[in-house]
């Protein structure tokens, strides 16, 4: 459980399919969500793990409102749980993760982005930004590993949050100006329309 409406998954990936399992930072796998209407559903959902770190496959789901899947995921599975996955996809993934990176994450955008950052600062980089914004403090998903990233890597990573309750939405001016001083990284994004937008 990372927070009250979001929970992670960590799979157990059989001997004899880990290599079909290997993955990319910022990539996702499919789920089969059991479906009384069709028989069973897919739904993606981004790796917040690094291939880099050793870490098993995990995937981090917020619940939505309508979202049929992220609501059964969120109140049926448990430890021991079995679901069906397809191989990880997606071109969601550094181009290089030595050069100089600005990452703008937005409630479970944070996903993928965590597995670039964290893949990133295994690779030696130096030079991480993450402007993470969320609705209030209680809504920040890793909260705690961000927390303990940025201790760890104090030279290398830098944590922007941005709160809704506190600070409103972001402006565009406004996020061009927090980053104004890093012109020179590569920006990668992942949240929703709206965030993605301004």
Known sequence: QETADAVSLVFDVPEDRRADFEYKPGQFLTLRIPSEQTGSVARCYSLASSPHTGEPLKVTVKRTLDGYGSNWICDNVSAGHSIEVLPPA????PVDLTEKLVLFAGGSGITPVMSILESALDRGNRNVVLVYGNRDENSVIFAERLRELAARHSDALTV??????????????????????????????CGPGPFMDT
Do not use: I, K, N
């Open 90 to 93: 997606g071109v969601f993934t």
């Open 160 to 189: 922007v949050h941005w709160l809704e309750s506190v600070q409103g939405r972001p402006s565009a001016q406004q996020l061009a100006t927090l980053v104004s001083t890093f012109t020179d990284h590569r920006a990668y994004m």
